[in-house]
């Protein structure tokens, strides 16, 4: 059994370790929907808690109609 409970809080950990290595620096684009939807062959339902968890998080801001960006710190 996994220690997840779904499938987008193991791809927001991903994403998170992804933002804590650098990969993500500050102020940089997370990839889209439609990328995270292809990448990881997922749902957008899925992708959107991913989206929604790394901001719960504090770790992403939205820019309506700009994309998901890492936060500055």
Do not use: H, Q
């Amino acid at each position: 059994m996994s220690p997840y409970s779904s499938i987008y809080e193991r791809i927001a950990d991903e994403m998170a370790a992804r933002i804590a290595s650098g990969e993500f620096a500050p102020g940089a684009k997370l990839p889209t929907r439609a990328e995270l939807c292809a990448e990881y062959e997922v749902s957008d339902f899925v992708a959107d808690r991913v989206f929604l968890t790394l901001k719960l998080r504090g770790l992403t801001e939205t820019v309506p109609g700009r994309g998901v960006y890492v936060k500055k710190v």
